[in-house]
């Protein structure tokens, strides 16, 4: 038993493998599809949307909306729940998260483990008619881009493993969910009661919501290969910590990413140091509180993207679509994409370009 169990770990070590330069500049610019004015992802997200009121609503229709037109493999989970607020007295409060899964066709339930990538959709009650852009309406589009540039590439190796009849094996059933959680935000003040609404209920609720008999994973918490939780980014000069000396290794390979990817140029922001500096792993002390603590309490490993110190807009009027640096917003996004491709060993499925010429 434990034998097999070192053995996994040095075949998932293995499979790790980066993106090649050719692949890293393939990954696409989200262009004007994340435009806060017009852009298809972004602007729909750039309203109100207060847990119980229309913006909710609207909010969550336009996700829907995408994965169903432009994504139809994924499958939609919703996880509804209620609560008392501070600020609304005895009435209930619907949160509803929404949950977005790609997964090999060959997994049986509890069978695949899951890169999940989150952000929280909802906004801020105070000040009256707070956008929040980047907390976290621009993680969201950024996400919603994600999902669109990795899909083809998630089609292709499920299609060829299906061909070789591979897969079935634990590395090789790996599957992608996006989270688009609600009720982050506080009503009143912040506390432990008063904030992560949507993330307590659903972090609650996949520990007892247990997978068939026999499931390599128990429950779906067990299932999150890693908790990759972006918040509060579309603002210049981000600098993103280390938070967790057990993802610090995943954290190296994000950084490392931006590292490439600017040396190529394929980056438009022009930082006074790396978003993710922080490579010797000297750690930030001290703890933020976020949608990852009723993950992290229930042992899910948290990769935290979050700048330290929070942008100056934060929680202010001035978090809109204008004061959005876009440059930032669109290089956080395709280093996502290139680590999102990194994590399911998408390099398997790529072709060298002069490959092809070879005779
Ligand atoms: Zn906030």
Same mark, same amino acid.
């Given at each position: 038993?434990?034998?097999?169990?070192?053995?996994?770990?040095?075949?998932?070590?293995?499979?790790?493998?980066?993106?090649?330069?050719?692949?890293?500049?393939?990954?696409?610019?989200?262009?004007?599809?994340?435009?806060?004015?017009?852009?298809?992802?972004?602007?729909?997200?750039?309203?109100?949307?207060?847990?119980?009121?229309?913006?909710?609503?609207?909010?969550?229709?336009?996700?829907?909306?995408?994965?169903?037109?432009?994504?139809?493999?994924?499958?939609?989970?919703?996880?509804?729940?209620?609560?008392?607020?501070?600020?609304?007295?005895?009435?209930?409060?619907?949160?509803?998260?929404?949950?977005?899964?790609?997964?090999?066709?060959?997994?049986?339930?509890?069978?695949?483990?899951?890169?999940?990538?989150?952000?929280?959709?909802?906004?801020?009650?105070?000040?009256?008619?707070?956008?929040?852009?980047?907390?976290?309406?621009?993680?969201?589009?950024?996400?919603?881009?994600?999902?669109?540039?990795?899909?083809?590439?998630?089609?292709?190796?499920?299609?060829?493993?299906?061909?070789?009849?591979?897969?079935?094996?634990?590395?090789?059933?790996? *599957? /992608?969910? =996006? &989270?688009?959680?609600?009720?982050?935000?506080?009503?009143?003040? $912040?506390?432990?009661? @008063?904030?992560?609404?949507?993330?307590?209920?659903?972090?609650?609720?996949?520990?007892?919501?247990?997978?068939?008999?026999?499931?390599?994973?128990?429950?779906?918490?067990?299932?999150?290969?890693?908790?990759?939780?972006?918040?509060?980014?579309?603002?210049?000069?981000?600098?993103?910590?280390?938070?967790?000396?057990?993802?610090?290794?995943?954290?190296?390979?994000?950084?490392?990413?931006?590292?490439?990817?600017?040396?190529?140029?394929?980056?438009?922001?022009?930082?006074?140091?790396?978003?993710?500096?922080?490579?010797?792993?000297?750690?930030?002390?001290?703890?933020?509180?976020?949608?990852?603590?009723?993950?992290?309490?229930? *042992? /899910?490993? =948290? &990769?935290?993207?979050?700048?330290?110190?929070?942008?100056?807009? $934060?929680?202010?009027? @001035?978090?809109?679509?204008?004061?959005?640096?876009?440059?930032?917003?669109?290089?956080?996004?395709?280093?996502?994409?290139?680590?999102?491709?990194?994590?399911?060993?998408?390099?398997?499925?790529?072709?060298?370009?002069?490959?092809?010429?070879?005779?």
């Amino acid at each position: 038993m434990l034998w097999l169990h070192v053995l996994y770990s040095v075949a998932l070590a293995c499979a790790y493998k980066p993106l090649s330069d050719s692949f890293l500049k393939a990954i696409p610019d989200a262009g004007v599809d994340l435009d806060p004015e017009n852009g298809k992802l972004l602007a729909p997200i750039l309203i109100p949307r207060v847990p119980g009121t229309p913006g909710q609503s609207i909010v969550q229709k336009h996700f829907i909306d995408f994965f169903q037109t432009e994504l139809p493999k994924w499958t939609i989970e919703w996880h509804n729940s209620t609560a008392k607020t501070p600020a609304t007295g005895n009435k209930d409060i619907p949160f509803g998260n929404l949950a977005f899964k790609r997964e090999p066709p060959w997994v049986k339930p509890g069978q695949s483990n899951l890169l999940t990538l989150v952000a929280h959709y909802d906004s801020k009650l105070q000040p009256p008619g707070f956008i929040g852009a980047t907390d976290s309406a621009a993680p969201c589009a950024m996400l919603m881009h994600v999902a669109r540039s990795i899909d083809k590439y998630v089609t292709q190796m499920h299609d060829e493993m299906a061909a070789l009849n591979e897969g079935g094996s634990v590395e090789m059933d790996m *599957g /992608v969910q =996006i &989270l688009l959680l609600d009720g982050e935000e506080a009503f009143v003040s $912040w506390t432990d009661t @008063d904030s992560l609404y949507g993330a307590r209920a659903l972090a609650e609720s996949w520990e007892t919501a247990m997978n068939p008999a026999m499931s390599k994973y128990h429950n779906p918490n067990r299932q999150i290969s890693i908790f990759l939780l972006l918040d509060l980014l579309g603002s210049a000069d981000p600098s993103v910590p280390s938070y967790f000396p057990t993802t610090h290794w995943a954290y190296r390979h994000l950084a490392s990413i931006e590292s490439r990817m600017r040396n190529l140029t394929l980056l438009e922001s022009n930082p006074r140091h790396p978003f993710l500096p922080d490579t010797e792993g000297a750690m930030y002390k001290g703890m933020i509180s976020d949608d990852h603590l009723p993950f992290l309490a229930r *042992g /899910v490993p =948290i &990769l935290h993207v979050i700048p330290s110190p929070f942008p100056h807009v $934060w929680h202010t009027m @001035d978090d809109d679509g204008k004061h959005l640096d876009m440059a930032t917003v669109r290089d956080w996004t395709k280093i996502t994409t290139a680590f999102a491709l990194e994590w399911l060993d998408m390099m398997e499925v790529w072709y060298e370009p002069e490959g092809a010429a070879v005779p």
